[in-house]
């Protein structure tokens, strides 16, 4: 609708009951109960507020994108309600599932807005995933500046493509590990394949002749998939019984994974983690339920 550069009419519905049921989420009623709970009601009261014709400026007719966040700022003023930026496809990564689930997702929320601007998402298969992952195996942890990282991608230096770089500078010193970046963007490109994504990372990591990696690669790896701080892996040793060792195979974690439903919450320590939410019930390392009585 903004495309064309025309003038558009703004037009806000206000829906005045003190029984919402109008609005609907992914999560709650689905559409048949609304309509039913609708139904219930003796009067249901809706207000429309035609807004001022909007002419779009020079910049706005060039530019569709800024145009139509013009406007929805606007009509989110004249409702008086808070705006988000988050796409339908942002839903995946809010409600990912599984073992390896994303606990925190802002920074991956934040990670998929850039990339989605950068068109890096558009048409990524896995096969072109596995690629960048075998060129990135090839530089041997090397880390990459601003424009080898550009250069690496294929695309020239922007702004937004600094913020990409900069979300992985974790040393602050202007230099990243490419392999980050890959683990996050295939990440936030399939949510639900979390061990498809786990096995690329150990592709990347791995001794060529144990395919063991070590504990602190295997912990950078988890922080990223799971959106998380600090993640310390004593309890998954334990239960490996090779808490001398320190190091682990693919096979082996897709093992303990299989058998830990919430092998997230059970085997892993990271900041903030619900263990530490004291209310409800809360598992044991070893996967026994405790109550909170108890």
């Given at each position: 609708a903004f495309i064309p550069g025309f003038p558009v009419?703004?037009?806000?519905?206000?829906?005045?009951?003190?029984?919402?049921?109008?609005?609907?989420?992914?999560?709650?009623?689905?559409a048949l109960k609304i309509l039913w709970l609708t139904l219930c009601q003796p009067h249901n009261s809706v207000e429309i507020e035609f807004l001022p014709v909007y002419y779009p400026s020079m910049k706005e007719r060039e530019n569709p994108a800024l145009f139509a966040s013009n406007v929805r700022k606007l009509m989110a003023k004249a409702l008086d309600v808070p705006l988000?930026?988050?796409?339908?496809?942002?839903?995946?990564?809010?409600?990912?599932?599984?073992?390896?689930?994303?606990?925190?997702?802002?920074?991956?929320?934040?990670?998929?807005q850039l990339v989605c601007?950068?068109?890096?998402?558009?048409?990524?298969?896995d096969n072109m995933l596995e690629e960048e992952a075998r060129r990135a195996t090839k530089l041997q942890g090397?880390?990459?500046?601003?424009?080898?990282?550009?250069?690496?991608?294929?695309?020239?230096?922007?702004?937004?493509?600094?913020?990409?770089?900069?979300?992985?500078?974790?040393?602050?010193?202007?230099?990243?590990?490419?392999?980050?970046?890959i683990i996050a963007l295939s990440t936030v490109q399939w949510p639900h394949k979390s061990m498809d994504t786990l096995k690329l990372a150990f592709k990347m990591y791995e001794n060529e002749d144990s395919g063991e990696i070590t504990e602190d690669d295997l912990a950078v790896i988890l922080e990223i998939m799971l959106g998380v701080k600090e993640v310390e892996l004593s309890p998954l040793f334990l239960q490996l019984q090779a808490s001398d060792m320190r190091k682990i195979t693919y096979d082996e974690l897709q093992c303990l994974i299989k058998q830990r439903p919430h092998f997230s919450v059970d085997c892993l320590n990271f900041k903030d983690h619900p263990r530490s939410d004291c209310t409800g019930r809360l598992q044991s390392c070893n996967g026994q339920s405790h109550n909170k009585d108890n």
């Amino acid at each position: 609708a903004f495309i064309p550069g025309f003038p558009v009419q703004p037009v806000v519905l206000r829906y005045l009951n003190k029984l919402d049921t109008f609005s609907w989420t992914w999560h709650g009623p689905g559409a048949l109960k609304i309509l039913w709970l609708t139904l219930c009601q003796p009067h249901n009261s809706v207000e429309i507020e035609f807004l001022p014709v909007y002419y779009p400026s020079m910049k706005e007719r060039e530019n569709p994108a800024l145009f139509a966040s013009n406007v929805r700022k606007l009509m989110a003023k004249a409702l008086d309600v808070p705006l988000t930026d988050l796409s339908f496809d942002d839903r995946e990564i809010i409600l990912s599932r599984g073992p390896l689930r994303i606990h925190d997702c802002s920074s991956l929320l934040h990670f998929n807005q850039l990339v989605c601007r950068l068109g890096l998402k558009t048409g990524t298969t896995d096969n072109m995933l596995e690629e960048e992952a075998r060129r990135a195996t090839k530089l041997q942890g090397d880390r990459l500046g601003l424009e080898d990282f550009a250069q690496f991608l294929n695309l020239p230096v922007t702004d937004t493509l600094q913020q990409v770089h900069s979300l992985f500078d974790q040393a602050g010193d202007g230099k990243i590990d490419v392999r980050h970046y890959i683990i996050a963007l295939s990440t936030v490109q399939w949510p639900h394949k979390s061990m498809d994504t786990l096995k690329l990372a150990f592709k990347m990591y791995e001794n060529e002749d144990s395919g063991e990696i070590t504990e602190d690669d295997l912990a950078v790896i988890l922080e990223i998939m799971l959106g998380v701080k600090e993640v310390e892996l004593s309890p998954l040793f334990l239960q490996l019984q090779a808490s001398d060792m320190r190091k682990i195979t693919y096979d082996e974690l897709q093992c303990l994974i299989k058998q830990r439903p919430h092998f997230s919450v059970d085997c892993l320590n990271f900041k903030d983690h619900p263990r530490s939410d004291c209310t409800g019930r809360l598992q044991s390392c070893n996967g026994q339920s405790h109550n909170k009585d108890n």
